[in-house]
């Protein structure tokens, strides 16, 4: 199987920019073979939207956008792990939610953010539910950024059942930035965790030029890259095993 990382630069508010970026990365990845395809965290309204658009924006989903967005990864024949944030209508709580997409272009589940922060995510209500998902019948755990600061998410997922983990993220180098959680959790859970960064400049408050798309397994990196740029990230996987069979990620501009 081949996997494809869109490593790209989302605008901070620039919705319309944003969703076509993801768009150019989905076609991209699939015109390179890739089977799934994974998005970084926030990638549509960029991390720090919410001093610029506010919430007003975010709708239950999926909206007129995500049904349009479903009809194409059904034509790409891809699954797709897209982040976007959702408006839940009972309650009037927004997440922070990873959709799951399969190739028939169906919403087959949904992981909201249980780590939320503060600040920039203030908006964002933490979730509860923790599962994995079945993808192309591989047993699939998803984390949004924070979720694999420490253990216990990626505990639960492995204790039912999960073969890998996704993890979706905004996660820049400095002095917050990634300090060994995505080897420690392949450690700790048995399982290999592929992690889609992004890069680009939000805001001119964070730099993630130099923040890296990773693979790790067995507690080390086995593939990692940053780009000053929006790319797709693509590399192979041999589902048995569950090891990356590239060496390096093959990388297509966008």
């Known amino acids: 199987m081949r996997i494809a990382l869109l490593h790209i630069a989302p605008e901070t508010g620039n919705i319309q920019h944003n969703r076509q970026l993801i768009e150019r990365g989905i076609a991209a990845a699939a015109a390179a073979g890739a089977q799934w395809a994974v998005t970084p965290e926030l990638c549509v309204p960029g991390y720090l939207f919410l001093k610029t658009l506010g919430t007003g924006w975010i709708q239950p989903q999926p909206d007129q956008w995500m049904t349009g967005f479903c009809d194409t990864v059904k034509q790409h024949g891809i699954t797709v792990f897209l982040s976007h944030p959702e408006l839940d209508p009972a309650s009037g709580r927004m997440y922070n939610t990873v959709f799951v997409i399969n190739p028939d272009g169906q919403i087959i589940?949904?992981?909201?953010?249980?780590?939320?922060?503060?600040?920039?995510?203030?908006?964002?209500?933490?979730?509860?539910?923790?599962?994995?998902?079945?993808?192309?019948?591989?047993?699939?755990?998803?984390?949004?950024?924070?979720?694999?600061?420490?253990?216990?998410?990626?505990?639960?997922?492995?204790?039912?059942?999960?073969?890998?983990?996704?993890?979706?993220?905004?996660?820049?180098?400095?002095?917050?930035g990634p300090d060994g959680e995505w080897e420690a959790r392949s450690a700790q859970t048995g399982l290999p965790v592929i992690v889609c960064n992004r890069t680009g400049i939000e805001s001119n408050e964070m730099d993630y030029r130099q923040a890296e798309s990773v693979v790790a397994q067995n507690g080390q990196r086995l593939l990692q890259a940053t780009s000053p740029r929006s790319v797709t990230l693509t590399f192979d996987w041999d589902i048995p095993t569950m090891t990356p069979q590239s060496k390096n990620f093959t990388k297509t501009y966008l």
């Not at 997922?157 to 905004?170: D, F, M, R, Y």
Request: aromatic share 8%; with cysteine; charged share 20%.
């Open 109 to 176: 589940g949904r992981h909201r953010k249980i780590k939320t922060l503060g600040g920039a995510e203030a908006w964002s209500t933490p979730g509860w539910k923790i599962s994995p998902f079945d993808c192309d019948g591989i047993k699939t755990g998803v984390l949004i950024c924070a979720d694999a600061y420490r253990n216990d998410v990626a505990e639960v997922l492995a204790a039912k059942g999960a073969q890998v983990l996704i993890s979706s993220v905004s996660w820049g180098p400095g002095h917050c």
